[in-house]
């Protein structure tokens, strides 16, 4: 990121205006700020088991500790979460980032979804706006997000979609070293 173009100072102020107002068990919850010289901190609940990506991808001996039970309640967590920002919030808002690093686990493997920096408040009345600055981790953009720049709920059920994928089969949806070409 980019210090002078004031890009992460945009996210963080994003993150903190949109995480303040949101209270649901499966959301970091925040507990305060630091905004000292050039530091800009935000401070979360202590997750103990960290991201789900490091039990999906990078300590592999931890997949092991994803028992099925597991996966569904993280699975099931994580739809709650995003019913909770698309339909039961005061404020409806898509988070445009969900991927498995954006999926905290608390000591009991409760998923919280973190990471507000790209999130979008939208309209409940309208199902679909244009926007002109997608962003967000490719892999996980809808494809109608990706090309046209068509901002839905239907961009994190799309991202939703590739999770469960990644949870289910212990695979990065861009990994390609398992990727068959030709015949």
């Not at 649901?24 to 990506?53: I, M, T």
Request: hydrophobic share 40%.
């Amino acid at each position: 990121m980019d210090k002078a173009s004031g890009q992460g100072l945009k996210e963080l102020r994003n993150e903190l205006l949109l995480v303040a107002k949101l209270r649901h068990n499966h959301l970091a919850k925040l507990l305060g700020v630091c905004l000292q010289g050039q530091e800009r901190l935000l401070v979360y609940d202590y997750l103990p088991n960290r991201s789900l990506d490091t039990f999906l991808f990078v300590e592999v001996e931890k997949r092991l500790l994803l028992d099925w039970e597991t996966r569904y309640r993280i699975i099931h967590g994580t739809a709650r979460g995003l019913v909770y920002l698309h339909e039961d919030s005061q404020i409806k808002i898509i988070h445009r980032d969900l991927k498995a690093s954006n999926i905290l686990l608390d000591g009991d493997m409760s998923p919280k979804i973190s990471d507000f920096g790209l999130a979008r408040l939208f309209n409940g009345d309208r199902t679909t706006t244009i926007t002109s600055q997608v962003v967000g981790t490719l892999g996980y953009m809808a494809p109608e997000y990706a090309v046209l720049g068509h901002l839905s709920v239907k961009l994190d059920v799309y991202s939703f979609g590739v999770l469960i994928l990644e949870i289910v089969t212990g695979r990065k949806n861009t990994d390609m070293r398992h990727v068959r070409i030709g015949r």
